[in-house]
């Protein structure tokens, strides 16, 4: 009984400490193309092979990106990210700067809007506007970069840990003997 309380307890930390290696994953952006240039985080949660975005902060512009908007509400974006490449699909990251919309987006040059592939940032600013093409999708060049975090965590439940077996051996020491 007391054996299956230290492992219980040791079990119970191992998935304390995995669940803060499935913790969102900040991501540095730029891009920047004619007359477009910006830069900051991009935070997401793992959603199998890719990232949701959950959050965005930097300049557009030199305005600061003012909100992530939500998946679906602004030029079919779904707000996954990828860390490979080409780290964006054709329905891209929406966000707000002030009280304009900016979708960026990868285009394969394929889905009859853009003549070649690359990445875009739809600047058309009409709410009801669906419209594509070189009147409204500036061509930019895009970076992702993960951003290497350590995780502070991990160490200090693994002492917690260790040190939570210490006592709990020191309350009840372990008797193998046969009885």
Do not use: W
């Not at 602004?74 to 009280?99: A, E, K, R, T, W």
């Not at 960026?104 to 809007?113: P, Q, R, S, T």
């Amino acid at each position: 009984m007391r054996l299956g309380r230290l492992f219980l307890v040791a079990a119970l930390l191992s998935f304390v400490a995995a669940g803060s290696a499935l913790a969102d994953s900040n991501y540095d952006f730029s891009f920047s193309g004619s007359g477009i240039t910006s830069a900051g985080v991009l935070t997401g949660s793992p959603a199998g092979i890719d990232f949701s975005a959950t959050k965005i902060v930097g300049l557009f512009d030199g305005s600061s990106i003012t909100g992530l908007l939500i998946a679906g509400t602004y030029q079919s974006n779904d707000n996954l990210f990828y860390p490979g490449i080409p780290s964006l699909d054709f329905s891209g990251i929406s966000f707000s700067v002030g009280s304009l919309n900016y979708n960026v987006f990868y285009d394969n040059g394929h889905n009859g809007c853009e003549s070649k592939a690359g990445f875009y940032v739809y600047t058309g600013q009409s709410a009801t506007s669906t419209a594509c093409g070189p009147r409204v999708d500036t061509p930019v060049s895009f970076n992702l970069t993960a951003v290497a975090a350590p995780e502070p965590a991990t160490p200090g439940l693994l002492l917690l840990g260790m040190g939570l077996l210490f006592v709990m051996r020191k309350r009840f020491p372990l008797d193998f003997s046969a009885r």
